[in-house]
């Protein structure tokens, strides 16, 4: 009962100090928990290890170690923590930069606060949260990245066997649609999803959804 009610634990990355300090109030009046907050990358590293949160709102331009080092560097240690870019920068390069570093999700600054109280609840959940005009753009270069040959394996095993249900869901998880969209689709709860793409990220032992959609892809499942 309690993990339903806990708050989320959250940390905000921004070398402006009025703007992180804005988000932060923004966040804990929102019912969320900031755990800290951090200036430079070096500092945000540091930090989120010792405090743990679930989800990062993390900008990209940080001194000392820029904003994709640290999230691949945490995401790479702390598999349960979900990265939320917030950016000044709509740039293609640097949202797919984000996203292939770990980033769940990219949400531009001129974004309302009511729209960053919903992302960083669905970033927590899982689900994958970019500013609009974004998520095409990145599910077409997972589809570029499914076309380049995958680096030769010698002896690589068979692949681990699916469920109908996992593979279902890995079908719909490669199509774009978000955790809840997949629950309504399948009439199941959103916590059931959740708990399908974990067992698929285990048993292909792959680390985030974006190496999940790539699985699917190059395997077709996204044209099914």
Same mark, same amino acid.
């Given at each position: ?14 070398? @402006? ?12 009046? $929102?019912?969320?928990?900031?755990? $800290?907050?951090?200036?430079? +990358?070096?500092?945000?590293? *540091?930090?989120?290890? %010792?405090?743990?949160? *679930? ?5 990209? =331009?940080?001194?000392?170690?820029? +904003? ?9 240690? @702390? ?8 950016? %000044? #920068?709509?740039?293609?390069?640097? !949202?797919?930069?984000? !996203?292939? #570093?770990? %980033?769940? +999700? ?14 960083? @609840? ?6 994958? !949260? ?9 599910? +077409? ?11 030769? %394996? ?10 109908? *249900?996992?593979?279902? !869901?890995?079908?719909?998880? $490669?199509?774009?649609? #978000?955790?809840?969209? /997949?629950?309504?689709?399948?009439? /199941? #709860?959103?916590?059931?999803?959740? =708990?399908?793409?974990? =067992? ?7 680390? =985030?959804?974006?190496?999940?959609? *790539? ?10």
């Amino acid at each position: 009962m309690s993990e339903q009610t806990d708050p989320i634990r959250v940390m905000v990355v921004d070398d @402006h100090p009025m703007w992180r300090d804005a988000v932060a109030r923004d966040l804990d009046a $929102a019912g969320f928990e900031v755990v $800290a907050t951090a200036e430079d +990358g070096p500092q945000a590293v *540091r930090r989120a290890k %010792a405090t743990t949160p *679930r989800v990062l709102v993390l900008d990209l =331009n940080l001194p000392g170690m820029p +904003g994709v080092q640290v999230c691949k560097e945490l995401v790479g240690s @702390h598999p349960g923590l979900r990265v939320l870019v917030l950016s %000044a #920068s709509g740039e293609h390069a640097d !949202v797919l930069e984000a !996203v292939k #570093s770990g %980033a769940t +999700g990219y949400l531009l600054k001129s974004a309302r606060t009511e729209d960053l109280i919903d992302a960083v @609840h669905r970033t927590a959940a899982g689900d994958p !949260v970019f500013t609009p005009g974004l998520a095409g753009l990145v599910l +077409g270069e997972y589809r570029r990245l499914a076309s380049e040959p995958p680096p030769a %394996a010698p002896d690589e095993p068979k692949a681990p066997e699916l469920t109908e *249900r996992e593979t279902e !869901v890995l079908r719909l998880v $490669a199509k774009g649609l #978000s955790y809840k969209q /997949i629950a309504e689709r399948l009439v /199941i #709860s959103h916590r059931t999803v959740q =708990n399908h793409v974990q =067992n698929t990220l285990g048993k292909l032992q792959l680390h =985030n959804r974006v190496e999940l959609v *790539r699985y699917a892809i190059e395997r077709g499942l996204d044209d099914i």
